[in-house]
């Protein structure tokens, strides 16, 4: 496969740095956090946002219309209709 070299400033590779998960590539970094960016966009009806500021968003709603709670199954929450 062929490579293109790109330049970052420091801030925004330590902010890319911070992204990756486990042995992820810069590469695969860039393709995950563009693909949750497009997908999230739906067309522009609703902004994209980061993993992080989704996660953010929906904190408030947490546990709220997912049905009713179970007991726990090897140390995960889940719901009835899961």
Do not use: C, W
């Amino acid at each position: 496969m062929t490579t293109k070299t790109i330049s970052l400033e420091t801030d925004a590779y330590n902010i890319l740095s911070k992204e990756k998960r486990g042995r992820e590539t810069f590469s695969q970094l860039v393709r995950r956090l563009a693909t949750e960016r497009r997908i999230l966009a739906v067309g522009g009806i609703v902004p994209a946002l980061t993993g992080e500021e989704l996660e953010k968003a929906l904190a408030p709603f947490e546990g709220i219309g997912a049905g009713p709670k179970v007991k726990p199954r090897n140390g995960k929450r889940r719901h009835a209709f899961a």
